[in-house]
């Protein structure tokens, strides 16, 4: 199994930019998640999804940020305005059940000038 | 009060030792734990999942629960350099739909 799929791995965009990040779960998992992290905040659950419907979005921090799981196989989490402040790592996780271990993707390095 | 909290560190132990390393939690009624493993530009990695109180070992891994303490411990035996990295404890909630990290405890093992 080829893991948890995510691109792009480094995005440098300017502020305002629309930023969006992909992800491609384990197959026959049920269960996605967005973290973000940094230094200062660790590591931060933005959203997940249960069979691709989104279960719990309070983490996500404003409403420049959005995130779409349009069927099994993808997920995308966009900003828009991104802004310097939103320059993190961002991971995209799956498991079997929203109970399981949490598989990690490689994560995205998002920087914002 | 955070809902998880472990000491930051850095921890710092020789190589050959047993390094420890402590996570309270808040939400007394969690049923899921887990520590994961973070090297410095990489994702965390399971290294154990524990659900009972009581000790539950794996290789040179030791996980540790008393959820009357609302506490749970990794011990690693015979540290080694490559054991260097972040250790992220993780606790699912009442209901079992979020896993919440705590902030991570760097441990150094010093060869």
């Known amino acids: 199994d080829a893991g948890v799929i995510q691109s792009p791995r480094h995005e440098v965009t300017e502020m305002g930019q629309e930023v969006t990040l992909r992800c491609k779960p384990i197959?026959?998992?049920?269960?996605l998640f967005w973290y973000r992290q940094t230094m200062m905040r660790g590591l931060e659950l933005l959203i997940y999804f249960n069979n691709n419907v989104p279960i719990d979005d309070s983490g996500m921090p404003e409403d420049r940020f959005s995130a779409k799981m349009p069927n099994a196989s993808f997920s995308t989490l966009k900003i828009q305005p991104s802004e310097p402040r939103d320059s993190a790592v961002y991971f995209c996780?799956?498991?079997?059940?929203?109970?399981?271990?949490?598989?990690f993707g490689p994560g995205t390095r998002l920087t914002v000038l | 009060q955070k809902e998880v909290e472990q000491n930051s560190g850095p921890l710092s132990v020789p190589e050959g030792a047993i390094a420890s390393l402590n996570c309270t939690y808040s939400d007394r009624g969690s049923q899921s734990f887990f520590w994961y493993r973070q090297y410095s530009g990489k994702s965390p990695e399971l290294i154990m999942f524990i659900y009972s109180n009581g000790d539950k070992e794996d290789g040179r891994f030791t996980a540790q629960l008393n959820k009357a303490s609302q506490y749970v411990s990794l011990l690693i035996r015979d540290s080694q350099p490559s054991d260097s990295a972040t250790y992220l404890c993780a606790v699912q909630n009442t209901g079992g739909f979020k896993t919440i990290f705590g902030a991570g405890t760097r441990l150094f093992v010093k060869a």
């Open positions: 996780a799956s498991s079997p059940g929203s109970a399981d271990t949490q598989y």
């Open positions: 197959s026959g998992h049920n269960s």
